[in-house]
């Protein structure tokens, strides 16, 4: 008897342990770093892209017959190198050549020497870019300038297989990535903010986020340092110097922001049936009643033969058997739920499949009985 009290005491213990670690970890979890909230103005990326040219596949290429571009791309640069075809030669049948399109991501403060990644993609209709290498490629920016230059081996991630006429793939087998493929030509100038002040800008408008920033911010460094220009952007004051800007941006960085609950929204995927929703949604009482109305054709040939002694022959029709279910649930008693829990659960006695609860859902919004707003991407 002792032991098993002292079992359950032990028990009892480690229960209390990891409910109080819940707790905390919960209580944690209201504050976010300012850095996961915002950003600084003018520390922005930039999109790059280039056309160029994969060669060494193993006749995975384009079929030239059928894009004209990647022979030209290829004369064009043969020319560039020394080498002149001769006339005629335009029809060349290539098979280990791909044009493709480049793109990159140019971060901000980035410096002529440093590496970034690239994302190379068929343009032409390449079977495959596995084992391909990639052309010296100039990256432009919108403003038609070169910013970067890419070249190397690409990466594929997918793998595939053919023989007979049967063939298996898997992933995506015309687009990879070059690690460090490009170099930087070009810097992007990048002005932290102007006179004594810069400005923060919120990843998602919220009034109720833009002053719990302004808060902590003039908590953890004095009154009137920050404060709100709109529901998206903060203007906050800042030591002139670069050094002593840069300084204070980390430490501005890890300042801690209570953030209040977030608005009751439900975002619905109507191409996949996926549905989201957060904490905040709540449900009010309500009744649903849900059925599906399924039609079935089913076709069935009937012989039909001549009489006896009559003149004639046999004729094949066919006869329709047309019929008609409705399946429903009837009408569900849905309780009021303010816990995102009691809404799934309530949800899950429609026993519907997410194609139906798109159009419950918006039912019970147009009802007023859901209590969030519906966004459907």
């Not at 070059?178 to 006179?195: C, Q």
């Not at 439900?266 to 929703?277: E, K, L, P, Y």
Request: overall charge neutral.
């Amino acid at each position: 008897m002792q032991g098993n009290r002292w079992g359950e005491g032990v028990r009892g213990a480690l229960l209390a342990a990891v409910l109080l670690a819940c707790a905390l970890a919960l209580g944690a979890a209201r504050a976010e770093r300012l850095k996961d909230l915002v950003d600084v103005q003018g520390a922005r990326p930039n999109q790059l892209i280039g056309y160029g040219l994969v060669v060494g596949l193993d006749g995975t290429g384009d079929q030239t017959t059928q894009t004209p571009f990647t022979t030209q791309s290829l004369q064009s640069m043969l020319a560039q190198l020394g080498i002149n075809l001769p006339p005629g030669n335009s029809n060349l049948q290539l098979k280990n050549v791909a044009a493709v399109m480049v793109t990159a991501r140019l971060p901000p403060f980035a410096q002529p020497g440093q590496l970034v990644d690239v994302t190379v993609s068929s343009l032409g209709n390449a079977k495959s870019l596995r084992g391909g290498t990639l052309l010296l490629t100039p990256l432009k920016g919108a403003d038609g300038q070169v910013y970067a230059m890419a070249q190397g081996n690409v990466a594929i991630a997918g793998a595939g297989a053919s023989a007979g006429g049967s063939s298996t793939q898997v992933n995506q087998l015309n687009a990879g990535r070059v690690p460090g493929g490009a170099t930087v030509e070009r810097s992007v100038p990048a002005v932290l903010g102007g006179g004594d002040s810069l400005q923060v800008e919120l990843r998602h408008s919220d009034f109720g986020v833009a002053r719990s920033v302004v808060q902590a911010v003039n908590a953890r460094f004095g009154a009137d340092v920050a404060s709100a220009v709109d529901g998206r952007v903060i203007r906050i004051r800042a030591p002139a110097g670069n050094d002593a800007r840069v300084a204070f941006l980390a430490a501005l960085e890890d300042v801690e922001v209570e953030l209040a609950a977030p608005a009751a929204r439900v975002i619905i995927n109507a191409r996949t049936g996926s549905i989201v929703m957060n904490q905040s949604v709540a449900l009010e009482a309500c009744a649903v009643a849900h059925g599906n109305l399924t039609v079935t054709i089913a076709s069935e040939p009937v012989v039909v033969q001549p009489a006896p002694f009559a003149s004639g022959r046999t004729v094949v029709t066919e006869r329709a058997d047309v019929q008609l279910k409705q399946e429903g649930t009837g009408l569900v008693a849905l309780p009021a739920g303010a816990r995102l829990a009691d809404v799934v659960k309530a949800l899950n006695m429609l026993g519907a499949s997410p194609a139906d609860l798109l159009a419950i859902l918006q039912a019970m919004k147009s009802a007023g009985a859901l209590r969030a707003e519906l966004e459907i991407i």
